[in-house]
């Protein structure tokens, strides 16, 4: 039985029972205050109506609060999304969307009440004195709060998205921070005899993910073969590095390598034996690539933390480490290399992903290519 009612005092009361779509529960509800049994149960049959139609919404008006936490965190969690990902979301609703607005009624939400909570995002200092959330961030806070209400109306929780037609903040297009070519040569060779030499070769000229690079392991290298197999990427979650799955499907590819770095890795692989030789039992050898002296992987942290040193050390202009992406990308590009290329090197999914992030290298390319066609064709 679906629905019941029930004396209460003087009055009626109407119990029926729903599902809750984010956990499965069976979750009662009851709406008390009827003079008479007929009134009790002309409106349980009303409401039971409209939940076998899914058209049927709670009485109680739920916060934007209890519709992160107690709904759409959960489902997205049952979606089975990255560790990285999940956690960004609960990043996004404890620290910026709770804090601003978590008291607000979800059916209330207006595009005044979220554009404040981004004016406030993006100018509000931390209590360390950090400036505001870059434009970047603040999208993301309005791309989860949409999300949370979309879900919300498509699962019976809301009648309708109040906020389905708000835009995100814009952005504007940056240049990407990289090197050129003669500062990415300077670095290889302020590094050649580095013990993690590879490394660095690898990022710059073949435009790994950090993540990529530190959960690489021997069994995705094929040496002879000239390959190095992208099969997971290790991340940090919760300040811990765990081995997750690819960033996209496109991002789980075989990136090729050609003689020079096949020697490199050859001087890395015999150079981590001689490690593992000296170190005896004490080796805890998980195949890795990266790994210390005794075998265990790096933390993503700490390989950005290197980089940093050595930049400095090299006397080089001060990039991050994911901008050896830029670098290897925009040198690549520079050079004539086609577009589709570069982007199943980078493991983007599509060409269109590549122009639109590096369309600053796009200029100069033509200019190039039609000076050519010019000078065989008019001269």
């Not at 009612?5 to 009827?34: E, I």
């Not at 058209?55 to 739920?62: S, V």
């Not at 390959?227 to 081995?243: A, S």
């Not at 040198?331 to 090197?345: D, I, N, Q």
Request: with cysteine.
């Amino acid at each position: 039985m679906n629905g019941s009612t029930r004396k209460r005092g003087n009055t009626w009361t109407a119990y029926w029972f729903t599902t809750d779509p984010s956990t499965g529960q069976r979750v009662q509800h009851t709406k008390g205050g009827f003079r008479l049994q007929k009134e009790a149960r002309d409106h349980l049959n009303d409401v039971l109506g409209k939940v076998s139609t899914g058209t049927w919404n709670p009485d109680k008006p739920l916060t934007v609060k209890a519709l992160l936490e107690d709904h759409w965190l959960p489902a997205q969690k049952a979606r089975e999304l990255r560790p990285t990902t999940l956690e960004q979301y609960r990043n996004v609703v404890d620290a910026w969307i709770v804090p601003n607005i978590g008291g607000v009624k979800a059916a209330a939400l207006t595009p005044k009440i979220v554009g404040g909570m981004v004016e406030t995002l993006r100018t509000a200092k931390s209590s360390r004195g950090r400036k505001g959330l870059s434009t970047r961030s603040a999208q993301l806070a309005v791309g989860v709060l949409k999300s949370a209400c979309a879900w919300a109306v498509e699962n019976g929780l809301m009648g309708r998205n109040p906020i389905a037609g708000i835009r995100r903040p814009r952005s504007k297009s940056t240049v990407m921070a990289s090197w050129d070519s003669a500062q990415a040569k300077a670095f290889l060779a302020f590094t050649k005899d580095d013990r993690l030499a590879f490394v660095w070769s690898l990022l710059l000229t073949r435009g790994l993910r950090r993540g990529e690079l530190c959960g690489l392991r021997w069994s995705d290298v094929d040496l002879e073969g000239g390959v190095v197999r992208i099969n997971r990427t290790r991340v940090t979650v919760k300040g811990q590095p765990t081995d997750s799955a690819p960033k996209t499907e496109a991002s789980r590819r075989t990136v090729p390598v050609d003689p020079s770095l096949v020697a490199i890795l050859r001087t890395h692989k015999a150079r981590q034996a001689a490690e593992k030789l000296a170190a005896g039992t004490a080796y805890d050898d998980k195949g890795y690539l990266l790994a210390d002296e005794l075998g265990s992987p790096c933390h993503p942290e700490t390989l950005s933390g290197w980089f940093e040193e050595k930049v400095e050390a090299a006397g080089l202009p001060r990039i991050r480490l994911h901008d050896t992406r830029h670098t290897a990308a925009s040198l690549m590009l520079a050079r004539g290399v086609p577009v589709k290329v570069v982007s199943e090197m980078l493991g983007h999914s599509s060409p269109t992903i590549t122009l639109s992030i590096y369309a600053h290298v796009m200029p100069g390319m033509a200019e190039e290519a039609g000076a050519a066609l010019s000078a065989s064709l008019l001269s």
